[in-house]
């Protein structure tokens, strides 16, 4: 099993910055992408950022070039640093991440979630 821990959202106006934590502990011996992903009232969730345990990233179209993901394998660790906000980036945003097994088989586990909300 596998826990994640988010922090650093919170309340900002348009323009602004947040950065993003999430903490994984547990059985991460075999921890391999770690994302983000949000969702927001009466939309469906989608993939924010998601980065690999190489450093391989990938970021959602609306996100480009504002967003950057991180992580720091020796502390389990992934960030998300947000610049540029926009009222649309509001949403309940949540951490994920993949353990994957010798044979291929992965699992994945999701974090409680942390509101960001950006005033206009």
């Known amino acids: 099993q596998v826990q994640l821990v988010e922090s650093g959202g919170g309340l900002v106006q348009a323009g602004g910055s947040l950065r993003l934590s999430c903490a994984a502990s547990?059985?991460?011996?075999?921890?391999?992408?770690m994302g983000w992903y949000r969702q927001a009232p009466g939309k469906q969730r989608e993939l924010v950022a998601r980065?690999?345990?190489?450093?391989?990233?990938n970021y959602a179209d609306s996100v480009k070039e504002r967003f950057t993901i991180s992580r720091d394998n020796a502390e389990n660790t992934a960030f998300l640093q947000m610049n540029s906000l926009k009222p649309e980036d509001t949403a309940v945003y949540y951490c994920?991440?993949?353990?994957?097994?010798?044979?291929?088989?992965?699992?994945?586990?999701w974090g409680q979630g942390t509101q960001v909300t950006v005033s206009s």
């Open positions: 994920a991440a993949q353990t994957r097994y010798s044979d291929g088989t992965t699992v994945d586990y």
């Open positions: 547990g059985s991460t011996w075999n921890l391999n992408a």
């Open positions: 980065i690999t345990s190489g450093g391989r990233t």
